[in-house]
């Protein structure tokens, strides 16, 4: 029996808000420098690696408690685990693939039911942030954890995959059906074979 994957996006597609990292900035005001720092990424002055360390290092210091508080106010979207829960009664592997940090989605895995998350992490010593992060996931890359996943679960069926971002799209080419929840961009939703732009996203299943 084939086994096939469902693969989501978190933040902005799981969850309302799309730059858990962004919330961080707010949150400690550090939004300026943040919006250099992403600046600079965007404009190939830095390697993503050292755009989420300096990043991380505005927070060196704070507690994980801390960092935490403001990240679980982004909301789960209405319908998020019903989506979920219809692929895992049909069988699928459901896995999360996100630039965003481990600390939340560990968190949203458990919540929601995915069967693993692949995200980036920042690195705590007796939760205390280092300063320092831990990447699993580069931003236009999310392809080659699919790959990744698709061995490590020996996925041989059809894959699903949901997300709204520009980075998401790779895994749009990769998938069987893909769909848009709340697309940033215009041509994200085109990416999609179906779009969602309206809560609780479980309407989409209709659709499937």
């Known amino acids: 029996m084939k086994k096939s994957l469902a693969v989501f996006d978190i933040d902005g597609t799981l969850r309302q808000i799309f730059d858990p990292w962004m919330m961080l ?3 400690f005001n550090t939004e300026e420098e943040g919006g250099k720092i992403y600046s600079n990424w965007r404009e190939g002055k830095i390697t993503y690696q050292e755009m989420c360390d300096q990043d991380a290092a505005l927070w060196k210091g704070k507690s994980k408690e801390e960092m935490i508080k403001p990240l679980v106010n982004n909301p789960v979207r209405k319908g998020a685990k019903e989506v979920i829960q219809f692929y895992k009664d049909r069988g699928y592997v459901c896995v999360g693939i996100s630039t965003g940090l481990s600390f939340l989605n560990d968190i949203t895995a458990e919540e929601l039911g995915l069967d693993k998350v692949y995200s980036n992490e920042i690195v705590f010593e007796d939760n205390v942030c280092t300063g320092k992060c831990i990447i699993h996931v580069e931003e236009f890359h999310k ?3 699919l790959d990744k996943v698709v061995k490590e679960f020996s996925i041989t069926g059809d894959i699903v995959a949901f997300g709204d971002g520009e980075a998401d799209v790779e895994l749009f080419k990769n998938a069987a059906q893909s769909v848009a929840v709340f697309p940033r ?20 299943l209709a659709f499937l």
């Not at 961009?185 to 996203?201: G, L, T, V, Y």
């Open 143 to 145: 392809d080659k954890i």
């Open 185 to 204: 961009k215009p041509f994200i939703k085109e990416a999609a074979d179906f779009c969602i732009e309206e809560e609780p996203i479980d309407q989409i």
């Open 25 to 27: 900035h707010h949150y």
